[in-house]
């Protein structure tokens, strides 16, 4: 398929979307909230889509690397180190929590295991950096493998799944649950909103990296809607597989990762006895993870690569060398009790939001090579996530979570004080 064909380019922005969350999250959320929070979700997409094309024209009319473009267009290089920075903290974590679908399958209890973590950190480290190191194009081609083996693969086992559930009655009415109209509250407007910004993948700087080398007769925001149609679609097919898997046993926990590293084991092999069906739905796991960590790992790569001028061939192990020793930390902090998936996803998490308005900086800054229709929908957007964004800050203090505060915090004021420092080191280059 030709790397530059609108179709490839649909599936490679799909595949950056489509993670863990379509997985587990958004079902749970949706058998929360019900109607409600499904038309706030899909409102939530709407608002979001243009922000995305904002930053896949901003590069593409430029044709500059995100380094470049945040230093040469607004001289604020530090724009394109918080993306490298909060992509670090990413996927030093994602990495366990993405490894988990696989190394859970010949690991007993691999989520509380030292031993466990270590080794699925290793694992997936591996696997990312073999891939980077190919380069930029190869990278794209087992982002575009892997969405289309995530849409089989789930499928297929959802199919297979129908076909062995005893009572398919209940899968109805458990779907139903998704469907039914329970009125919409504030909460359910910030979790909605978040998970889309967070599904969508918003702020985390591949689309500047993406719009960079996309021809100009594809558009940014039909790419944006058509990864977001996918990506909505498979968070869809996922609330089926999930309330399919609850019709088998309605016990099982659909919150968090008990979901698919306790609950999915339980009514795959102790309910239905079919093995394979769980090898297959972690193997779609898996993939939804993978494809979402390659463009992370490559925006940190390329801003680093840029910042150093240090080749690609090594900055791809010194920088993915860096996200591990920090997923090392994070499993040791685990191990002595301390939550640190949870402190760094409510920071990062809460980061996209800001990080979205940072990648549209163009509409702020108000270029002239963006459509006027961008412009206006890309208006509200902004003022969404930033609402959002100042009542997340607001939700962690309200609810104790200062050590994701701080960091958040603490990491945006120490990279926005150097951009001094960074203005000039990039001048004397």
Not at 239 to 258: F, H, M, N, Q, R
């Given at each position: 398929?030709?790397?530059?064909?609108?179709?490839?380019?649909?599936?490679?922005?799909?595949?950056?979307?489509?993670?863990?969350?379509?997985?587990?999250?958004?079902?749970?959320?949706?058998?929360?909230?019900?109607?409600?929070?499904?038309?706030?979700?899909?409102?939530?997409?709407?608002?979001?889509?243009?922000?995305?094309?904002?930053?896949?024209?901003?590069?593409?009319?430029?044709?500059?690397?995100?380094?470049?473009?945040?230093?040469?267009?607004?001289?604020?290089?530090?724009?394109?180190?918080?993306?490298?920075?909060?992509?670090?903290?990413?996927?030093?974590?994602?990495?366990?929590?993405?490894?988990?679908?696989?190394?859970?399958?010949?690991?007993?209890?691999?989520?509380?295991?030292?031993?466990?973590?270590?080794?699925?950190?290793?694992?997936?480290?591996?696997?990312?950096?073999?891939?980077?190191?190919?380069?930029?194009?190869?990278?794209?081609?087992?982002?575009?493998?892997?969405?289309?083996?995530?849409?089989?693969?789930?499928?297929?086992?959802?199919?297979?799944?129908?076909?062995?559930?005893?009572?398919?009655?209940?899968?109805?009415?458990?779907?139903?649950?998704?469907?039914?109209?329970?009125?919409?509250?504030?909460?359910?407007?910030?979790?909605?909103?978040?998970?889309?910004?967070?599904?969508?993948?918003?702020?985390?700087?591949?689309?500047?990296?993406?719009?960079?080398?996309?021809?100009?007769?594809?558009?940014?925001?039909?790419?944006?809607?058509?990864?977001?149609?996918?990506?909505?679609?498979?968070?869809?097919?996922?609330?089926?597989?999930?309330?399919?898997?609850?019709?088998?046993?309605?016990?099982?926990?659909?919150?968090?990762?008990?979901?698919?590293?306790?609950?999915?084991?339980?009514?795959?092999?102790?309910?239905?006895?079919?093995?394979?069906?769980?090898?297959?739905?972690?193997?779609?796991?898996?993939?939804?993870?993978?494809?979402?960590?390659?463009?992370?790992?490559?925006?940190?790569?390329?801003?680093?690569?840029?910042?150093?001028?240090?080749?690609?061939?090594?900055?791809?192990?010194?920088?993915?060398?860096?996200?591990?020793?920090?997923?090392?930390?994070?499993?040791?902090?685990?191990?002595?009790?301390?939550?640190?998936?949870?402190?760094?996803?409510?920071?990062?998490?809460?980061?996209?939001?800001?990080?979205?308005?940072?990648?549209?900086?163009?509409?702020?800054?108000?270029?002239?090579?963006?459509?006027?229709?961008?412009?206006?929908?890309?208006?509200?957007?902004?003022?969404?996530?930033?609402?959002?964004?100042?009542?997340?800050?607001?939700?962690?203090?309200?609810?104790?979570?200062?050590?994701?505060?701080?960091?958040?915090?603490?990491?945006?004021?120490?990279?926005?004080?150097?951009?001094?420092?960074l203005k000039s080191h990039l001048e004397s280059r």
């Amino acid at each position: 398929m030709d790397r530059l064909s609108f179709g490839y380019l649909s599936l490679v922005v799909a595949a950056f979307m489509i993670g863990l969350g379509n997985i587990w999250k958004f079902p749970a959320l949706l058998l929360r909230y019900g109607l409600g929070g499904l038309v706030v979700y899909l409102l939530s997409v709407a608002i979001i889509v243009p922000l995305i094309a904002v930053a896949l024209e901003s590069t593409k009319h430029k044709r500059y690397e995100i380094l470049e473009y945040y230093f040469k267009e607004y001289g604020r290089p530090a724009f394109a180190l918080l993306f490298l920075v909060f992509d670090l903290l990413l996927i030093s974590y994602y990495t366990i929590v993405g490894g988990w679908t696989i190394s859970s399958l010949f690991i007993k209890d691999v989520t509380g295991s030292l031993t466990g973590n270590l080794v699925t950190l290793v694992i997936v480290f591996v696997i990312l950096i073999l891939i980077l190191m190919r380069g930029k194009e190869k990278t794209l081609d087992v982002m575009v493998v892997s969405v289309v083996l995530f849409f089989l693969a789930l499928v297929v086992s959802e199919l297979s799944m129908y076909l062995n559930v005893p009572n398919k009655t209940a899968i109805g009415e458990t779907l139903s649950k998704a469907f039914t109209w329970r009125g919409i509250t504030l909460g359910m407007i910030k979790d909605m909103v978040i998970q889309a910004a967070y599904s969508l993948s918003l702020g985390m700087g591949f689309y500047l990296v993406l719009g960079e080398f996309l021809p100009e007769k594809v558009s940014g925001m039909k790419l944006a809607a058509a990864g977001a149609v996918l990506d909505t679609t498979a968070s869809l097919i996922a609330t089926v597989s999930i309330s399919t898997v609850l019709a088998v046993d309605p016990t099982i926990p659909i919150e968090g990762t008990a979901l698919l590293f306790k609950g999915l084991p339980k009514a795959m092999l102790e309910v239905l006895n079919l093995p394979v069906l769980l090898y297959l739905l972690s193997f779609a796991a898996f993939l939804a993870a993978l494809s979402s960590m390659i463009p992370v790992g490559e925006t940190i790569v390329r801003v680093y690569s840029n910042l150093t001028r240090i080749p690609r061939e090594k900055s791809v192990p010194f920088m993915l060398g860096l996200g591990l020793v920090l997923g090392v930390v994070n499993v040791l902090g685990m191990s002595l009790g301390v939550d640190t998936i949870t402190i760094l996803d409510s920071a990062v998490s809460t980061f996209t939001l800001f990080g979205g308005i940072v990648a549209a900086w163009a509409i702020i800054e108000r270029r002239e090579y963006l459509q006027e229709s961008v412009r206006k929908a890309a208006y509200s957007g902004i003022l969404t996530v930033a609402v959002l964004g100042l009542y997340s800050l607001y939700t962690m203090l309200r609810t104790k979570q200062y050590a994701s505060f701080l960091l958040l915090v603490g990491v945006v004021v120490i990279v926005l004080g150097i951009n001094g420092k960074l203005k000039s080191h990039l001048e004397s280059r």
